[in-house]
């Protein structure tokens, strides 16, 4: 009895797992100022000042920067709203 309980909470644990591991990762594009992505993502990812700085930082030197994880339910809407305001993103 003890070995079914165990086993069901291993399923339960690696199915949140699969749902969360996606991530929304901005690509740079050389157009927005460094001052539009940082308010961007302040607004639409609910970054503080330091973690959309450091993320906008990444992305212009490395191209681009995970900046949310979760289900691919909740960051579709976030890298919809990105799009909008022209920044490139994509989910992995």
């Keep these: 009895m003890t070995k ?8 339960v644990k690696n199915q949140e ?19 539009y992505v940082i308010e961007t993502l302040i607004d639409v990812c609910d ?3 330091e973690q959309a700085s450091q993320c906008t930082m990444i ?7 995970d900046v949310k994880k ?3 339910d909740f960051l579709r809407p976030l890298r919809h709203i990105l799009v909008e305001r022209e920044l490139k993103a994509i989910i992995s």
């Design 4 to 11: 079914e309980i165990t086993k069901e909470k291993t399923t």
């Design 17 to 35: 797992s699969t749902s969360e591991d996606h991530f929304l990762i901005l690509i740079n594009d050389d157009e927005h100022s460094f001052d």
């Design 47 to 49: 970054h503080s000042f």
């Design 59 to 65: 992305t212009h030197y490395k191209g681009k920067c």
């Design 70 to 72: 979760g289900s691919l």
